[in-house]
Antibody, heavy 123, light 106 residues
Framework: QVQLVQFGAEAKKPGASVKVSCKASGYTFTGYYLHWVRQAPGQGLEWMGWINPNSGGTDIPQKFQGRVTMTRDTSTSTAYMEVGRLTSGDTAVYYC????????????????WGQGTMVTVSS | SFDLTQPTSVSVSPGQTVSITCSGGGLGTEYACWYQQKPGQSPVLLIYQDNRRPSGIPERFSGSYSGNTATLTISGTQAMDEADYYCQAWNSGTVLFGGGTKLTVL
């Protein structure tokens, strides 16, 4: 079945970087955009941008530009997001989620979610 | 850009109908969708394009909109529906989420 698999947890110190992964299966990886969403403890959902797995193109909101990088490896159907210059405010569960329709559809919902990677930033 | 505003919490008795609203200045021109998130779990898509249900989502979940407000309605609420609910919409190429509504089934 369609799945997005993420690893469990990472612990980092302030100022460090973290690279989280999202392995897709059960569908054509290059056919659907992947989005990244984070959720701080006890807080709501925050969108961090998308990657087009076919071209590698990305769209990252201004808030995260210069600090967040999204890449993919089509040979393993895996998407990655690296967040640099971590602070305690980046402590959150980081989810990948698939755009609902093939290609890019403005207004897409997210129909498949990974289980999330918990990133804890603490000295 | 606009914000999406949801009530922080809503309560309902089992078997009753409850509505959760999501207000935002651009919702009249943008599709809204809704997610359910239970503690320790990933969000699940409930409604997309304002009022469409993905396969596998029970019919008791429905969506509607009027003006700048999208509404999620749960009919015949069950104890298993106790969860956080988030609305989501796009605006100028950016994805927005509402702050979330905690639904308590009393």
């Amino acid at each position: 079945q369609v799945q997005l698999v993420q690893f469990g947890a990472e612990a980092k110190k302030p100022g460090a970087s973290v690279k989280v992964s999202c392995k897709a299966s059960g569908y054509t990886f290059t056919g659907y955009y992947l989005h990244w969403v984070r959720q701080a403890p006890g807080q709501g959902l925050e969108w961090m941008g998308w990657i087009n797995p076919n071209s590698g193109g990305t769209d990252i909101p201004q808030k995260f530009q210069g600090r967040v990088t999204m890449t993919r490896d089509t040979s393993t159907s895996t998407a990655y997001m690296e967040v640099g210059r971590l602070t305690s405010g980046d402590t959150a569960v980081y989810y990948c989620a698939r755009g609902q329709f093939p290609g890019f559809t403005y207004g897409d919902a997210f129909d498949v979610w990974g289980q999330g990677t918990m990133v804890t930033v603490s000295s | 850009s606009f914000d999406l505003t949801q009530p922080t919490s809503v309560s309902v008795s089992p078997g009753q109908t409850v509505s959760i609203t999501c207000s935002g200045g651009g919702l009249g021109t943008e599709y809204a969708c809704w997610y359910q998130q239970k503690p320790g779990q990933s969000p699940v898509l409930l409604i997309y394009q304002d009022n469409r249900r993905p396969s596998g989502i029970p019919e008791r979940f429905s969506g509607s909109y009027s003006g700048n407000t999208a509404t999620l309605t749960i009919s015949g609420t069950q104890a298993m529906d106790e969860a956080d609910y988030y609305c989501q919409a796009w605006n100028s190429g950016t994805v927005l989420f509402g702050g979330g509504t905690k639904l308590t089934v009393l």
